[in-house]
């Protein structure tokens, strides 16, 4: 079913007040001298790590060691990943770099 211009723009309305709103409502809640909650600061200590770690599971999921390219490419890429981030402490060089890299072994490398 095509969709037409009125309701394309109202998706789009609606989706960028829904951000908005996502990305205000903390701010708004959360101001001025109270402390935080300690459940919040906890989250945001162990959350980050816990994100990456399913990120990883996720990107490994399909991965296979049995046949070739034995997962080569995606170790590579992955020790770039880190070696760039330890390396410069910045993380959208490190995924950029890990990514980029990862397409070129897989297209052209171990085609």
């Known amino acids: 079913m095509p969709i037409n ?7 789009i309305a609606v989706i960028a007040v829904v951000t908005f709103l ?11 001298d109270k402390p935080l909650p300690k ?15 399913m990120l990883l599971v996720y ?3 399909n991965t296979t060691v049995t046949t070739w390219p034995f997962a080569l490419p995606e170790i590579i890429a992955t020790a770039v990943v880190v070696g760039t981030y330890l390396w410069k402490k910045n993380i959208l060089i490190s995924v950029g770099l890990g990514t980029a890299l990862y397409m070129v072994l897989v297209q052209v490398v171990f085609k």
């Open 39 to 53: 459940l919040l600061v906890y989250l945001g200590r162990v959350l980050s790590g816990a994100t990456m770690g």
């Open 22 to 32: 996502t990305r205000a409502l903390p701010f708004l809640i959360f101001h001025g």
């Open 59 to 61: 990107c490994f999921r």
């Open 5 to 11: 211009t009125t309701h394309s723009l109202l998706i």
